[in-house]
């Protein structure tokens, strides 16, 4: 008999797992709170990295389409100064596919295939150890009950309590997005300074990042350490009064390095969370978390990559176990725990070296990770 299994969250995460699921012929409910595909915007770019994303991306078998839509000379990073000077210029080889970049929207579409997602299904909250199994609670009222219920629901997770009292907390960096369109025809002077891929500008606690999307699409990130309530005199729906602020923030910068701020279209506040770096739980027969909900991480490009990557472990060791189900999940979290710890403390202290008093501190964590 087939496994009753529920994936909450219809992201990068459960998506895998419910693709691995799927070619191994093994029937997932995935439930997601959004009423379709296309309710929000999907978000910006991802680097898929070898060996974490681009390995779940080959157990779902989709390892050649992801490919084709993939951006290698996204891997291009170009960092400045405050003053726009030119402090690093790193350009991916023709042959380099070790990180390429693909929207969010292009990896959600490409993971949906032929997947029956039950959209509209906001998950209220989910009790283990019922007479039927674990039992899901949804918003309107319904419950439904499996054998396995999946959390990978992200930071705010209605999954987490049924294990873990544990809540994000602020990590004291602020992140406020905006958007540039058409930039190359639009914008050609930043289009130039952008580059292929990212440029990143970083002073005292603070730094502005751009990144090239598909289709001359750029997001904009000012990254800054502030209290949580530093926009309380603002309103965050009037963009030119949150633009005013930002400006504030970054004043002394280089001209061409604020119309990144002075052209960007709409502003959304993104504080920073994180979960602590050793955030474990006492196993639970029939729930487990993946992802954010496990062990939200600071934005550095793990949390995505990591996420799928469990969704297709966890995928295979249930379809090809032994059928023991809760053998198979707990192996399953013992990995999961080693790994992401390791991430969540190098993202944690890439965090307070990104957005740090002094910016020597930030161009030194890039001479080491990115190629010489």
Excluded at 14 to 26: F, I, S
Excluded at 195 to 205: E, L, M, P, R, W
Excluded at 292 to 300: I, T
């Amino acid at each position: 008999m087939r496994h009753r299994i529920a994936v909450v969250g219809g992201g990068p995460a459960g998506l895998v797992l419910a693709r691995v699921l799927h070619r191994h012929d093994h029937p997932v409910a995935v439930l997601e709170r959004d009423p379709s595909p296309d309710a929000r915007p999907p978000g910006g770019t991802l680097d898929m990295h070898e060996g974490l994303g681009q390995l779940a991306l080959e157990k779902a078998g989709l390892l050649p389409e992801f490919r084709a839509l993939s951006r290698p000379e996204g891997q291009a990073m170009r960092i400045l100064d405050p003053a726009g000077t030119v402090l690093r210029d790193w350009y991916p080889r023709l042959d380099d596919r070790a990180n390429p970049e693909i929207d969010r929207g292009q990896l959600r579409d490409l993971l949906l295939g032929p997947l029956d997602v039950q959209w509209g299904r906001s998950v209220a909250q989910v009790v283990p150890r019922t007479r039927d199994g674990v039992l899901v609670r949804f918003s309107d009222g319904r419950e439904e009950a499996f054998d396995l219920v999946v959390g990978a629901d992200g930071a705010w997770s209605r999954t987490r309590p049924a294990v873990s009292p544990a809540t994000p907390h602020y990590t004291g960096v602020t992140m406020v997005e905006t958007s540039l369109d058409d930039v190359d025809t639009r914008h050609p002077g930043l289009a130039r300074m952008i580059g292929d891929g990212s440029v990143a500008v970083y002073g005292a606690n603070r730094a502005l990042v751009a990144q090239r999307n598909s289709g001359g699409h750029v997001k904009v990130h000012a990254k800054f350490r502030a209290p949580l309530d530093w926009h309380s005199n603002l309103d965050p729906a009037d963009a030119e009064a949150v633009r005013s602020g930002l400006l504030a923030l970054f004043d002394g910068w280089a001209a061409p390095v604020l119309d990144l701020l002075r052209q960007g279209t709409d502003f959304v506040h993104r504080p920073l969370y994180a979960l602590p770096v050793s955030h474990t739980w006492t196993h639970v027969r029939g729930v487990t978390l993946l992802g954010d909900a496990a062990h939200l991480m600071p934005p550095l490009g793990a949390g995505a990559n990591l996420a799928m990557l469990e969704g297709a472990e966890l995928a295979e060791s249930i379809a090809t176990g032994s059928g023991d189900l809760d053998e198979a999940v707990r192996a399953f979290e013992d990995q999961m725990w080693a790994r992401a710890g390791g991430w969540a403390r190098f993202t944690a202290a890439g965090l307070e070296r990104l957005v740090s008093p002094d910016p020597a501190e930030a161009l030194a964590l890039f001479d080491r990770v990115q190629p010489s």
